[in-house]
């Protein structure tokens, strides 16, 4: 039996030691995933915080047969665009703008690499992080974001498209200067 | 070749490129490339994007969310599995049982023993007995954290610095010519209000707040901006010189350059912390120097300081380089949805319509705006059926893309708008064949614009069934 499988029953029991272990299994994971979409370390850290609250509450109708993780990023992502709503709905874009930053580390050039991504939508940033980064196939896209596998080819494709753009303007900017 | 072709062969060419299969065969996207090279070249400038995530990872942070989980969820249940529960019902209840037991077989054996020793009952459990609990029953203040101090001061400030704070608020900062008509100001020498916003923003250095962004102040501040005003209570701005270490910059190197002014915005957060939300390199013509036009401009407005608010935006829209329209007016939008804006943000989109009425680039663009505004000018019913009608003319696949970010934005829309949003998209699904019918590859943008309406819907639904008296 996969080792999910059984802390997840202790969980649905009540087991407030089991879920503690699940937290600690994939808050760094959690965390990584919540910074692609909100860039303000604080908000990522209470939408992580909220949707494992969710998760708790939710585990009973959470089948067993199925992996945790792609189940709680769904919960996740939701809470993560809730926040984000809250947030353009605070009037805070100025405060988003600034922080769009350090979304990823490592890399030829990390700050460069963040200062493009932080120029692309969540939604885009997400799908090509969950790409390039985890190395997720389509269909396991399509599970993360809640959608077809059609959409997700034509999402990643316009985000591609819109990342490409970005660094072609970077280019001809960083020329012209 | 249409464009719509040409599309399908690049989104099938990024898949083929992941690993994927899809309807379209290789052999079909290479027939097709050797013809077209504005696809070769896409397709290959899309392959290089490969390389850009080339060693990167995810940021980590360490932060424990358990802690912070727990405190939520409240105090764990006394047992924590079914089983245990049950030992702990029964071992608890064989424990009663024996007590119970006790207690009759001491009171039988006082009774019996000879009265002078019957003068302290430790066991009585007699209500008319003084108890030695003054404590209620299962009330005993068990397992409380230490409160942490929730003191609304700013703990890095002094209280002569919240005094400061107090007076640099003080109505003769709003409006000098008070302080010119003899009342008496706590601080009449606006220095002091400097000297203060200087404090802060070194303070707020020194705490290590500046995380997001490689940078390090000169200790030559210049001021405040504009001139002598703090914008309100808990929010203050504040210019300064930077310089900054040249490595690891990027491209900001040509925004910080040494001696560059820096706008920084402050913000009183709950907690009256002082943070710094924004930092804003004052380049001229660069897109925060923009950015930060208009953040004045909604402060001045928000703050009654300007008459004609509309002829105000209007001419700054006016300044504003070419090719930076829809940035600003997306920004116009975000930070500043006040009434002002809205005639001219309205006017600005529907020109921009005209000039681009079916474009995939351009109208995606608009698009992505019309929605922040319609979510955001909530009643405004015509504008809801016009940004409607512009997104049902978009081209198939495209119009999907507007349904998706609907279904994102939807939460903004007071019921009014829903209601259109979704009888619009109902009818959008009935002309339409339907989700089963089509093949998600072969029928691909359809079929994602069907199939993203169908969530919008749902997700239209599940908001009303939330706030079914949810209000504008």
Redesign the interface.
Known sequence: MDADEVVIR?CK?????AF?SL??RY??E????A??IL?N?DD??DA??EA??DA?GSLKRFDEGCAFYPWFYVILRNRC??AL?RK??R?????Q???S?????????????N??LAQL?A?QREIL?L????GL??KELAERLD?????V??????A??R??DV?EL?KR??GA? | MTNEQCEQI??AA??WE???T?AITREQIDAHVCECTACRD?IA??AD??S???????????????T???E??GP??S????TRKILYVIGFGASALVFLLAIFFIQQFWKEAPVEAVQVDPFSTDSSTESPASIPKGTRPAGNHPSADESPRDPSLTSEEEKVVTAAIAPHLWETAESESGAPAPFSDESRADEFAIGVVEKVVKRGDF????LKLNKTFKGRLPAGKFFAKDKMVVRIECSLPPK?????S?LYKPGTNVVV?LLRDKASHWIV????PITPGSEDYW?QRL?TFADVVLAGESDEPEKLFREMLVLQPNGGLESTLY?AI????HPAARPVVRKLWRDRVKQHPVDPEES?MVG?ISLIYLMRNLNDGEMVDEILKHALRQQP?TR??YF?LLR??A??ADADSRNRLKSRLESFLSDSPALETLD??KD??I??DV??AK?AIEYLNTLKSIHPDRKG
């Open positions: 202790q029991a009540g087991d407030r030691e503690a937290v600690a808050q760094r959690a965390l990584a995933h910074r692609a860039p370390v990522a850290r992580v915080q494992f609250i708790f665009y809730g709503r353009a709905s009037e805070d874009l100025t405060e703008l600034v922080e930053a350090f979304a990823v580390r490592g890399g030829d050039d990390e700050v460069e690499l200062d493009t939508s939604e992080l790409k390039y980064l985890d196939s389509y959608v077809p596998a059609g959409t080819m034509s999402r990643l494709y316009h591609r498209n990342l490409r660094l970077e900017s960083e200067g | 690049r989104i990024a898949a992941d690993g994927e899809t896409l400038s899309l994007l490969h850009l995530f080339a060693g990167a990872e995810r940021i980590t942070d360490d932060y424990d969310v358990w912070a989980v727990c939520e969820l764990a249940p047992s924590v599995n079914q995380r997001f962004l490689p690891n910059l990027g491209n900001r040509q915005y939300t924004s930092l804003v950015q953040q920004h975000m930070i500043h949805p995606e992505s696949g999907g893309n998706s994102i934005l939460d903004y998600p590859v691909l943008k079929w994602s199939s993203n969530h």
